[in-house]
């Protein structure tokens, strides 16, 4: 079954598939089950980007406008310790989620649901649904359709596992990959008719660094195909990793947690030459100690730059040689990953010294937490109706 999505490009009528069949005969989004019926219900629209490390949730409800919804969400679940004394956790829940989640920690057993992009542990990952499903204040009798992201070529077990996580939770769903979502999500509809402006669903590079994948899509104005995306393990919390076991070699008598592994990466990472040493304070057996982690700190994220890099020249080399000029001056980073110090900068001025003619990169900006999710409401909206698929526990 084929089925197309209208996309309005620079005023055009263009569309885009997502149910793209595969050479095997089958859609990359295929749910092995009929299309939904119409519905005389009122429907409320989701966007969700469920990422390893945050997820978002936007919704609307259709033929209206603004938005009824609006949630980031640390994907954390935390369950409470055995023995735990009463009133130390809220309402002495034996499970909290996100934020609170991670408050308490001291006195909970912390399960990421998903690692790489993808559902590891199936248990937590319905857990964690059900919560988002909490937040939804809806009117009884609602039908909610959630439009979800996934990393770049997710395979099929994969898509299976998301689907049973939100089965039951949500009427319809429709799968689609995170870059490409976040395209739309970037995109300016109010700009369209403007001559100067560049739209990104017309013709970009869309890479979104997120904690677990690094997804790299072509988005040309259509459903992108299978090699017209990339999706990388290496991202934020390789980074992570990299750079703990990089301390842990250097001061072996320091042994910091996760938590401030990442924390020291997000408000001093950068790429290409440090402008000054990274000497950070932390606290080790009750005494604060100074670290000097700049060459740590660097060699992990220049090794993030490196494998973008090298996905972006393969994707590049893969779009039309009637394409490629336009679409070296619209490469665009989003995500967490986007906000490392200099990565746009140097990822155009190595593009530029390898040859590639006027590179543009541009880093999408202080909202990119929202686009996978604004992205998915606007695929939402515009889905056809054939192309929901019920899920059903």
């Known amino acids: 079954m084929k089925t197309a999505t209208t996309v309005l490009t620079n005023g055009n009528h263009r569309h ?61 679940v935390g369950y409470a310790k055995d023995g735990v004394v009463d009133g130390l956790l809220p309402d002495n829940a ?41 937040l939804i204040d809806a009117p009884q009798g609602t039908e909610i359709r959630a439009v979800i992201g996934l990393p770049a070529n997710a395979d099929p077990a994969a898509r299976d596992s998301v689907r049973e996580a939100v089965a039951g ?3 319809r769903v429709i799968l689609i990959p995170e870059p490409f979502l976040a395209a739309l999500g970037f995109r300016d509809e109010a700009r369209l008719a403007d001559s100067s402006y560049v739209d990104p669903v017309r013709n970009s590079l869309f890479v979104d660094i ?91 994220c220049n090794e993030l730059l490196d494998q973008i890099l090298a996905s972006a020249k393969r994707l590049i080399a893969h779009a039309s040689p009637d394409s490629v000029g336009e679409l070296l001056q619209n490469i665009i980073l989003t995500g967490g990953g986007s906000r490392i110090r200099g990565l746009g900068a140097e990822l ?8 590639y003619e006027r590179p543009g990169v541009r880093v999408a900006g202080e909202r990119y937490q929202e686009f996978v999710a604004l992205g998915a409401l606007k695929a939402a909206r515009q889905a056809r109706e054939n192309q929901w698929q019920q899920v059903i526990k």
Not at 34 to 39: E, G, H, Q, S
Not at 99 to 108: I, K, S, V, W
């Open 169 to 171: 939770l949500f009427d």
């Open 16 to 76: 885009f598939n997502p149910q793209r069949v595969n050479g095997n005969g089958k859609s990359r989004f295929d749910t092995g089950q009929a299309a939904a019926p119409a519905t005389s219900r009122a429907v409320l629209h989701l966007g969700f980007d469920w990422g390893t490390n945050k997820s978002c949730l936007k919704g609307a409800y259709a033929g209206k406008s603004g938005f009824a919804l609006e949630q980031v969400i640390p994907t954390i």
């Open 94 to 134: 034996s499970v909290l989620f996100g934020e609170p989640a991670l408050r308490h920690r001291l006195h909970l057993n912390l399960v990421h649901p998903l690692a790489d992009g993808v559902v590891k542990d199936a248990a937590a990952a319905r857990d964690f649904a059900k919560h988002l499903r909490s």
């Open 348 to 355: 155009q001025r190595q593009l530029a010294a390898e040859g």
């Open 210 to 300: 997120g904690g677990g994948t690094t997804d790299l899509c072509l988005v040309q104005g259509y459903f992108p195909t299978a090699d017209e995306q990339v999706s990388l393990t290496f991202a934020g919390d390789r980074v992570d990793v990299m750079l703990h076991a990089a301390i842990r070699k250097t001061y072996p008598d320091c042994e910091l947690t996760p938590f401030k592994i990442r924390e020291l990466k997000e408000q001093h990472s950068f790429v290409g030459s440090p402008s000054a040493p990274v000497v950070v304070s932390v606290m080790v057996g009750g005494k604060v100690r100074k670290l000097d982690i700049t060459e740590q700190l660097g060699h992990a």
